[in-house]
């Protein structure tokens, strides 16, 4: 009887462990997905500002088919058509996507918006440019989620860039490509370009690229006495550190005091940091150092713990501009009579204590010119 009872319990258990080896999984399949546009895109558009906030685009998509009932996230992702056709360098956007609908499946695009897009890809011209359409679909998390794409849409747009237009300031009719530049405020100014650089001894003249940023047909402006036209040069007799300033429109800049079709160039010694936290006298300059090898400005200090500080640039004791901090790590300049904005702030409680930090300026990339404030353990 003991010996019947046990065959029945070994029974049941393999039977129990039959059972579940039959039980099998879900399994995430990718079946795709159809994409669909309305006709407001026109081909070829031509975007610009005059006619950014019209409508260009408004995508609608199925429900991605994972081969199981779930719930994906969606991103609109473009690519180049021509350059790109395995969509490797694209780039996606979830800004324009109809969020405020459970489960919307929709995304309406503005020609600004478009063309903000089209400007991250990296072959991004504003010439013509066949922009592939997608909708990434995700599921699960980052560590083991799936993918997958719709159907692409292709359409034929004409950008225009976002990207600062720049000056190059080059020597002896040289490359304008390798040349120091100078950059724009705003990619809709032509008044307020600015760069610091390093010039070799010899004579200087603008270029100014095309629309679309090449220097294979280049606007030439000759330098004289102050002014930007004609065929004459800037001479630098002496290699050093200068401030450029230039106004290509035909208005005078209010805020950088430089007339129409006209240049400041401005030599400086060195930057250095001023403000309570170099401590007094306050507004002295406390000089940095170049170094040659990695191009910034090095300075290794005490500085007081919770207190603030900027950046100087001098031409002996006279200052020549000022930069603070426009975001993390990063600067702007400010007029040198502005007496607040754009201060940096030592870490820590403002306790009268100091601690040494290594402090490095770059400002090789004109208008994106950066900081590092790095704590010193010795």
Known sequence: MKNIFKISILSFVLASIGSCTDDKDPVVSTNGFALRKDDSVIAPTVFSEANKTDTFAKLSWDRSNYGMPTVATYAVYISDHDLDPNFENGVESTAELNTDVADARTAEFSVEEFNNLINRLPSFTCNQMNIDIRVKSKLGNS??????????????????P??????????????????????????????????YMYLEAGNYTLYQPNACGDFTSPTIYGLTSGSIGGTGSFVVTTAGHYFVKANLSSSANTDTGVAAMSYVITPFTSFGIFGAAKGLPTGANRAMTYNSTNKKWELTFDLFKGRKFRFKSVNGTAGVSVLGMSSPNQLIEFPLTAATGGDIRVPGTDDGTKQKYDIKIDTNNPRNYTYELELNPN
């Not at 560590?143 to 225009?160: E, L, R």
């Not at 976002?162 to 950059?183: E, H, M, N, R, Y």
């Open 162 to 195: 976002k990207s600062l237009p720049i000056l190059a300031f080059v020597k002896d009719s040289g490359d304008p490509t390798a040349a120091s530049k100078l950059a724009a405020s705003d990619y809709t100014s032509s008044s307020n370009y600015e760069g």
């Open 143 to 160: 560590s083991n989620a799936v993918y997958q794409y719709s159907n692409p849409i292709t359409v034929a747009v004409k950008g225009y």
